[in-house]
């Protein structure tokens, strides 16, 4: 069996609020991705990729912003991990 | 250079930076100085008085006047009214040189750089640099350009740590005509595209930085025209439940731009005391 991971920000830490980014990465070697390959999201939410099949390895932890640091942003905070283990000779 | 006669930006294009991150100017270099400026990035000479002799001399940190005063193309490039405006515009006068780059990215390049900032996290918290990226020639979709993400710029990343991400909402790859410049703010995050075409793609990229305080140094007659606060407020559609939070930064920044401390939209910075007095 083969892992794939499958990426998702969302609008809000809630998993049926919107994707905002996603990544694919294939350990089936089948699909090669990269930045900017892609306009619209595999799923409009986590919720809808669960529906698909993918079990969520990682949901993201909400932190209280720290003193004086309430306005600064940085990376997306809201990713969530899924994965699908795969077959790569398509058995089972 | 006399600065005084310069057409500058109106404060709807620098309201427009400071919330999307980026300008675009369309055809801004004439067709004849773009092919010759694509002739000199390829005999690889400096900014330094022509400097064949000594490439790798450091002009960091010199005044952009004194670079290229020589050079037949690119110098002319940076000195077009237009040019020289928006830079005086966003940086105000006295723009200091940090670096250039002429990326070349090769005929039938499959492979796309990933999402990054450029640099080291840059600890200021409101001055920014720019970095002009000058197309010469013809960059249709199936040759990249450069993809970047509007409103992305006030985000603090340091280089690949967004690296993870393929795609986000609302990102925009460059497509445009011979002689277009985008102007990027320091901190938006943008990654190369491949060049699918038989062709060589270059974008010619200058850093600048400003040499003192960056305020009101735009065409600001139009300061209150409502499309100013419209622009501010313009929510990306990556930022989910985060788009007030970079709104309340588009204020601090602009704020600082305009001199105005009690700049507000929507009293969002007003009902913290944002200028009230200190410890209140």
């Known amino acids: ?92 | 250079m006399d600065t005084s006669s310069l057409p500058l930006l109106s404060s709807k294009q620098m309201a427009a930076f400071v919330a999307h991150g980026f300008l675009r100017f369309d055809e801004i270099v004439p067709p004849d100085m773009a092919a010759a400026a694509l002739d000199e990035l390829a005999s690889g000479a400096g900014p330094a008085a022509w400097r064949a002799d000594d490439p790798h001399a450091s002009d960091a940190g010199r005044p952009l006047g004194t670079l290229w005063t020589r050079s037949p193309a690119i110098g002319p490039v940076l000195r077009l009214p237009r040019v020289a405006g928006l830079i005086h515009s966003l940086l105000g006068p006295g723009a200091l040189y940090d670096h250039h780059y002429a990326h070349v990215i090769g005929p039938r390049q499959p492979w796309s750089q990933p999402w990054h900032a450029d640099a080291v996290l840059d600890p200021r918290p409101l001055a920014f640099d720019i970095q002009l990226m000058f197309f010469f020639h013809d960059t249709p979709r199936e040759m990249g350009g450069t993809m970047i993400l509007p409103g992305s710029h006030l985000r603090r990343a340091n280089e690949l740590e967004i690296s993870r991400v393929q795609n986000f909402r609302g990102q925009l790859p460059t497509v445009c005509p011979a002689g277009t410049l985008i102007v990027i703010h320091h901190g938006i995050w943008h990654c190369g595209q491949p060049n699918r075409t038989d062709r060589a793609r270059t974008m010619f990229k200058v850093r600048l930085g400003p040499s003192g305080k960056q305020l009101r140094s735009w065409d600001v007659t139009d300061l209150d025209d409502p499309d100013v606060i419209r622009t501010l407020r313009h929510e990306h559609p990556f930022t989910g439940s985060q788009a007030r939070l970079e709104i309340v930064n588009r204020i601090k920044l602009w704020r600082c731009l305009t001199g105005d401390p009690t700049f507000d939209i929507d009293y969002w910075l007003g009902r913290m005391g944002e200028h009230a007095p200190a410890g209140r």
């Open chain 1, 1 to 92: 069996m083969r892992q794939q991971l499958l990426f998702l920000c969302l609008a809000t830490p809630n998993p049926t609020s919107a994707v905002v980014s996603w990544s694919f990465f294939d350990g089936t070697g089948g699909t090669t991705t990269m930045a900017g390959d892609g306009d619209q999201p595999p799923y409009d939410s986590v919720l809808a990729a669960m529906k698909d099949g993918w079990r969520v390895l990682q949901v993201p932890v909400v932190r209280a912003a720290a003193p004086g640091r309430e306005h600064e942003t940085g990376p997306l905070p809201y990713e969530f991990v899924l994965e699908k283990l795969v077959d790569p000779a398509g058995r089972g």
